[in-house]
């Protein structure tokens, strides 16, 4: 079963904008994991926020957790066209990492 | 120098068919996983191995049957496929067993059952 929420589905944003995208879970977790997915490709870790964390940085994205809402969020600052991808959320739960269906960033040069 | 590297990368088959799935990867990880993707995107774990064991073990059917001969390679064998098994199949591995950590993912081999 699926553990995060991703949201919103779809987001379309001209180059030089901002993206942000939400994860909600429903359960306790000892991290969150947000992943990068372009087409017909696999995916590959961005960053890695532990549940007693509330912030994280790495380069242009920054990674917020808020447990008592249980939620996460993922922003893309000064965003580019090869940004466009498939983003997830995913939540470790007692050794169990469960991920969500995604956002679908796509950045218009 | 690919991480973690599956074949085949396109697979179409017919129903009824067995096929398999290998994967191996070279980063010296214990853990290695199969996940399913559907057409919705929704990622969902089938098997996890740490270092040749079994140790998740989702509610997949039977005729799925996973198969660690070493640390390095965990093969996917699908029996009697059917139309619903279609998805893309990824393999990861993880540095970190009890699947603390980064995973890493390979580029995933679509199946296609007719």
């Known amino acids: 079963s699926q553990q995060g929420e991703e949201d919103p589905q779809a987001l379309s944003i001209q180059e030089g904008e901002n993206a942000t995208m939400n994860c909600s879970y429903k359960?306790?977790?000892?991290?969150l994991q947000w992943y990068r997915q372009n087409s017909g490709r696999g995916l590959v870790h961005l960053i890695l926020i532990r549940s007693n964390e509330r912030e994280k940085h790495s380069g242009r994205l920054r990674v917020t957790l808020d447990t008592s809402k249980k939620s996460s969020s993922l922003l893309i600052t000064a965003s580019r066209a090869a940004d466009t991808a498939s983003y997830f959320c995913?939540?470790?739960?007692?050794?169990?990492?469960?991920f969500g269906a995604g956002t679908r960033l796509t950045v218009k040069p | 120098d690919t991480a973690v590297s599956q074949t085949p990368k396109y697979l179409v088959t017919q129903m009824g068919n067995d096929k398999s799935i290998k994967c191996e990867q070279n980063?010296?990880?214990?853990?290695m996983y199969w996940y399913k993707q559907d057409s919705k995107k929704f990622l969902k774990i089938m098997f996890s191995y740490n270092n040749k064991e079994l140790i998740i073990n989702e509610t997949v059917p039977n005729r799925f049957s996973p198969k660690s001969p070493d640390k390095a390679h965990l093969n996917l064998h699908i029996n009697s496929l059917e139309l619903g098994d279609s998805a893309v199949y990824f393999c990861?591995?993880?540095?970190?067993?009890?699947?603390?950590?980064?995973?890493?993912f390979g580029e995933g081999s679509r199946l296609t059952v007719l």
């Open positions: 990861a591995s993880s540095p970190e067993s009890g699947n603390t950590g980064e995973l890493f």
């Open positions: 359960t306790s977790i000892n991290n």
């Open positions: 980063l010296g990880h214990d853990t």
């Open positions: 995913a939540t470790l739960s007692n050794n169990d990492m469960r």
